[in-house]
């Protein structure tokens, strides 16, 4: 065996170097008008111009057209439809709920574009179609984050029917 192929052959080290990294972030004027509106519990969205699709969280400009989308802001209710959901039995670090927990991709009354969050409920009640509602932190915990939203729920309302959310899966 070669000088090589010994040492090739040797115990492995595993370093471990946390990296932190810090922005100093300009959310522009699109961001800022939704970040301002959440901190009131409002959820805004923008329209394109082009083809009339509601976009949230805004961009400030139609990804499909290239185009702005002005100062024209479309409040939302904070309700929606489950499109797809995913059980996570995996560990993160940076999300601190117990395993498993329920992501879910939300598509919010009156928006044409998905919303990823948690939901509340029990694993196997669960479905695409379910319609759920927001719960937000108390009033007085209130910031420009969308961690005002601390999950979804299931609210008692006929499940919304596939042709209405088809074409987000």
Known sequence: MSAKEEQASGPVMVLSCPISLDYAY?????????????????????????????????????????????????????????????????????????LPYITVNVLLDGADTILIHVLDAKLEDVHMGMRVQAVWKPREEWTTSTANILYFRPIDEPDAKYETYKEHI
């Open 26 to 98: 300009s959310a522009g004027q699109s961001a800022s008008r939704f970040l301002r509106a959440i901190a009131e519990g409002k959820l805004l969205g923008q329209r394109c111009p082009v083809d009339g699709r509601v976009y949230f969280p805004s961009r400030g400009s139609c990804p499909m057209h290239g185009v702005t989308f002005g100062d024209d802001a479309v409040e939302l209710s904070d309700k929606g439809t489950i499109v797809t959901f995913s059980i996570v039995r995996v560990p993160s670090q940076n999300i601190a709920l117990p």
